[in-house]
Each structure stands twice: as C-alpha cells, then as structure tokens.
C-alpha cells in the first residue's frame, strides 16, 4: 500500500506559477507517476504521467501547451508538478497518481491504470 498526499496547491494570478509535491509514504521505484485534475462540474482529466525513472518518454495532454513540467525524486519519493503560465482554466483540485509498471519507460494517461491516489490539493487562478 503506498499513500500519496499532495501540497502546493493555492490561489493565484493568471501567468504565475506554483509548484505542487507529492510525497508516497513509501518507495515509488517501481511506479510510474502521473497527475491529473478534476475542475468544478467536470470529470477527472489526466494532465501528466512520466515514467519509473523520470527519463522520456513523458506523456501531456494536450492543453498542457508546455507550461507544465513533471519530475520525480526517487530517493525522496516525491513526485513534483510545476505549472507555468496558469490560467483560470487550470483551476481544479490536482490529484497524484502512482501506476505499478515492470516497465522502465513506461507512462499512463488512463486513470484506471493508476492503482493509488491522493487526496488531491486545490489550485485557483484568477483573471
């Protein structure tokens, strides 16, 4: 059973940036590491997943455009999510996400391929 709980999450301006952390309760060596978001009224959407190493290949969606970066610390196991350039549609509670895989490069953008979650943490952007 690995726990996942996530921070950094608040309120800010459209353009600015935050940087959220997800921190497993134990060892995400043999997890590939995603997150994703649900906004208000909507379904949960995948956002980014990358691989047990961190190496490429990553996958974003689409809406990404780039202004979001994932990394991963496996010797912290700590997964983080830097969101550049926000804008109010990023509002949403962004969740972590861990995916057990036997594969090295692998990564997952369907949530039913996650096996644990977190509790999610709260980003706002206003106008």
């Known amino acids: 059973q690995v726990q996942l709980v996530e921070s950094g999450g608040g309120l800010v301006a459209a353009g600015e940036s935050l940087r959220l952390s997800c921190v497993a309760s134990?060892?995400?060596?043999?997890?590939?590491m995603g997150w994703f978001r649900q906004a208000p009224g909507k379904e949960r959407e995948f956002v980014v997943s990358?691989?047990?190493?961190?190496?490429?290949?990553?996958g974003y969606a689409d809406f990404v455009e780039g202004r979001f970066i994932i990394s991963r610390d496996n010797a912290k196991n700590t997964v983080y999510l830097d969101l550049n350039n926000l804008k109010p549609e990023d509002t949403a509670i962004y969740y972590c996400a861990a995916a057990w895989s036997s594969r090295q490069r692998a990564f997952y953008t369907k949530d039913y391929q996650y096996n644990y979650w977190g509790q999610g943490t709260q980003v706002t952007v206003s106008t």
């Open positions: 990358c691989s047990r190493s961190g190496a490429p290949p990553t």
């Open positions: 134990g060892s995400i060596e043999w997890y590939a």
